[in-house]
T-cell receptor, first 112, second 109 residues
Framework: NAGVTQTPKFQVLKTGQSMTLQCAQD?????MSWYRQDPGMGLRLIHY???????DQGEVPNGYNVSRSTTEDFPLRLLSAAPSQTSVYFC???????????FGPGTRLTVT | DAKTTQPPSMDCAEGRAANLPCNHS???????VYWYRQIHSQGPQYIIH???NNETNEMASLIITEDRKSSTLILPHATLRDTAVYYC??????????FGIGTKLQVIP
């Protein structure tokens, strides 16, 4: 049971480039979400999904797209990277019965 | 989500109990209290949760007041590895979860 996995661990982009952060879970959780964490701050919710085919916006969705074609995968797309998107990105999945979330190790993104 | 309030930082001597408070005065009847911690730059880790009864697991104990407006996370014998940021979250059902700044716990040798 790998839990929640994220790739890549580190990424450097130039302004204007696009990329996809991958997230996968093997716990058959319906609910998945993406957060970003900036230095000295808490986690801010970007997008979330309550099941395959269903996504919704969180606190800071601008500049990011998501889709959920399978229960296992929840990729986050940066459409045109900006320096303000330099951050650590965490993916999480949530156990339906009891509500606790499990987080991936994070992706550290730098946009120059 | 109901709003929670936590002190920004706390210190605890190694080997002593760490008691981390959380206020959630607007909690609804169907909302649970969850605690997570984040060690350095790792992903947050689930610790414990409860509705109205006190809960205990291998990591910690959770004490919820009778009116459910506040709770305390107790780490019975804090170690240096417990140094982390601790987040108190209130959530019910399919509510989306947002995290505040949490409490930075420093365990002192």
């Amino acid at each position: 049971n790998a839990g929640v996995t994220q790739t890549p661990k580190f990424q450097v982009l130039k302004t204007g480039q696009s990329m996809t952060l991958q997230c996968a879970q093997d716990m058959n959780h319906e609910y998945m979400s993406w957060y970003r964490q900036d230095p000295g701050m808490g986690l801010r919710l970007i997008h979330y999904s309550v099941g395959a085919g269903i996504t919704d916006q969180g606190e800071v969705p601008n500049g990011y797209n998501v889709s959920r074609s399978t229960t296992e995968d929840f990729p986050l797309r940066l459409l045109s990277a900006a320096p303000s998107q330099t951050s650590v990105y965490f993916c999480a999945s949530r156990r339906t019965e009891t509500g606790e979330q499990y987080f991936g190790p994070g992706t550290r993104l730098t946009v120059t | 989500d109901a709003k929670t309030t936590q002190p920004p930082s706390m210190d605890c001597a190694e080997g002593r109990a760490a008691n981390l408070p959380c206020n959630h005065s607007t909690i609804s009847g169907n909302e649970y209290v969850y605690w997570y911690r984040q060690i350095h730059s790792q992903g947050p880790q689930y610790i414990i949760h409860g509705l109205k009864n006190n809960e205990t697991n291998e990591m910690a104990s959770l004490i919820i007041t009778e009116d459910r407006k506040s709770s305390t996370l107790i780490l019975p014998h804090a170690t240096l590895r417990d140094t982390a940021v601790y987040y108190c979250i209130v959530k019910g059902g399919y509510q989306k979860v947002t995290f505040g700044i949490g409490t930075k716990l420093q365990v002192i040798p």
